[in-house]
């Protein structure tokens, strides 16, 4: 099988991690959140590695779950729901604590799974004109697994702008909501990445990682696995059956307005 996930690292010790299936717009696909996963947990323990950039190839940063995957989701029983979502949950929370400063170069739309990739990096640049949102509860979801991250990253406050309504978002109310700490043309989104990780070059790593291990300490509740059940007893609800149904069969949901339905 093909990886889904590029990693390269410079000679600084920056390791790049790209989300690497542009043509499906880097979704999360089953493969994709073991391998991300997985690196989390190689990068965790490689003392050459001074600093990470995630992000994406192609236009988009991450579109969220990938349809396939969500359409095994439709299928199956909660106990493999519940699997599945903690194993999202799981490599959210393993890049959360990752001991090295984590920044994310946002190169294109974010959306869902990609607002949680999005909030468990340490600081994220992104793109003039990109998009965000939390767009499951147009499916009849909830965004659970990645809520504490979102929620951690905003506050409640801001959180309460957008997410649960389901709309976009451009890239200067991100910055509002604090997802990204800059928006930049795209011609020097390089450049302003470069600018945030080659400060923790000149610091101590090991002073690095206690430093964000004691930040995350903080006011931390274990929301995990509320978050899980929370989700599961989402998909099995009338309103997840709809709107996941209505989403492949290309129309309407029977909760938008009759206008809108229509054609």
């Known amino acids: 099988m093909s990886k889904t996930v590029r990693v390269d690292m410079d000679g600084r010790g920056v ?29 965790s323990s490689d003392p050459a590695v001074r600093a990470v950039v995630l992000t994406g190839e192609g ?43 984590v920044i994310g170069r946002v190169q294109g739309n974010a959306f869902g799974g990609g607002v949680g990739l999005v909030s468990v ?3 994220a640049v992104g793109i003039d004109g990109l998009k965000m949102g939390l767009t499951e509860v147009r499916l009849g979801l909830i ?5 504490p991250y979102v929620a951690a990253r905003m ?25 990204l700490a800059k928006a930049v ?6 450049n302003a990445v470069e600018a945030e990780v080659a400060p923790y070059l000149e610091a101590a790593p090991g002073a690095v990682a206690d430093a964000k291990a004691l930040l995350r300490s903080f006011g931390q509740a274990d929301d995990v696995e509320r978050s899980i059940a929370a989700l599961v007893k989402c998909w099995d609800g009338a309103e997840a059956e709809e709107g ?20």
């Open 15 to 43: 390791a790049r991690v790209t989300l690497d299936r542009a043509d499906k717009h880097n979704a999360l696909s089953a493969q994709m959140i073991a391998e991300l996963r997985a690196i989390a947990g190689d990068l």
């Open 59 to 101: 236009r988009s940063f991450c579109a969220g779950g990938d349809l396939g995957w969500m359409r095994e989701q439709m299928a199956a029983d909660a106990q493999i729901r519940g699997r599945e979502a903690r194993k999202l949950a799981e490599m959210l929370g393993a890049w959360d604590a990752l001991p090295k400063p």
């Open 121 to 123: 990096c340490d600081v």
């Open 143 to 147: 965004p659970a697994t990645i809520g």
């Open 155 to 179: 506050g409640i406050a801001k959180a309460r702008r957008v997410f649960f309504s389901g709309r976009l978002f451009d890239a200067q109310e991100a910055v509002s909501l604090g997802l």
């Open 185 to 190: 043309p795209a011609a020097e989104l390089e």
């Open 244 to 263: 996941t149904a209505a989403f492949f069969d290309k129309r309407k949901a029977s909760w938008m307005r009759g206008e809108d339905r229509a054609g």
